[in-house]
């Protein structure tokens, strides 16, 4: 079946500082939608981006992510990190076709920005 | 943004009895899931309901798990008999159509003693 991988548990960087935060995945279809969800304190998970076409850039927020089908990945990443990107984030992928709704999740990994 | 509503938020249960998660979905949403993070792992899909039918279940959508949305009220997890390796933490989520982005709600932290 799909595989969501997110190496680091946790992920520490000063305030203003670069951030990347990975993600690879396993998956037999061809079409995929993949996702970074992000959960704050106390709150649900919410769509931070979201894409299905290779080699192509999305950004939302200060963060952005590129799909790369060639390395099976989706790492998301900020130039400059700030207080307020301390949370959960998740990587999740969902097959585009065939009215399969599953999300596959990996395991999340914290973020904490320090001063 | 549209919120997903759960409740409660814990819930804490001797093991065999049963339990009920409700879940309040976006209002205008037809398509609801469930999906289950023990602590430590990632979440995993549970179950897809729509049009008052499971379209889709996992292998861990036991026997003793059933999704239900009476007339459009709360769309409920119930589990009958509890089991010590319920004890997780339950999201619910919905959304407007097949394929559409997932909203999820904050959680039910169940606790199987």
């Known amino acids: 079946g799909d595989s969501v991988t997110q190496t680091e548990g946790l992920v520490t960087v000063t305030e203003g500082l670069p951030v990347k935060l990975n993600c690879t995945y396993q998956?037999?279809?061809?079409?995929?939608?993949f996702f970074w969800y992000v959960q704050y304190l106390n709150e649900a998970p919410q769509v931070l981006l979201k894409s299905s076409t290779d080699n192509k850039r999305t950004e939302h927020q200060g963060f952005h992510a590129t799909l790369h089908k060639s390395s099976s990945s989706f790492h998301l990443q900020k130039s400059s990190a700030q207080l307020s990107d301390s949370a959960l984030y998740y990587c999740a992928l969902r097959p585009a076709t065939g009215g399969n709704n599953k999300l596959t999740f990996g395991q999340g990994t914290v973020l904490s920005v320090i001063p | 943004g549209p919120k997903v509503l759960q409740i409660p938020s814990h819930q804490i249960i001797d093991m065999g009895q049963m339990v009920t998660l409700n879940c309040d979905p976006v209002?205008?949403?037809?398509?609801f899931y469930w999906y289950k993070q023990i602590l430590g792992q990632q979440m995993e899909f549970l179950v897809n309901?729509?049009?008052?039918?499971?379209?889709?279940k996992s292998k861990l959508f036991k026997d003793q798990f059933s999704v239900e949305r009476p007339d459009g009220s709360y769309f409920t997890l119930k589990i009958q008999p509890t089991a010590l390796e319920d004890s997780a933490v339950y999201f619910c989520?919905?959304?407007?159509?097949?394929?559409?982005?997932?909203?999820f709600g904050p959680g039910t932290r169940l606790t199987v003693l």
């Open positions: 309901f729509y049009n008052g039918k499971v379209m889709e």
């Open positions: 998956t037999t279809y061809l079409t995929i939608a």
């Open positions: 989520a919905s959304s407007s159509g097949q394929g559409r982005e997932q909203y």
């Open positions: 209002s205008n949403h037809l398509y």
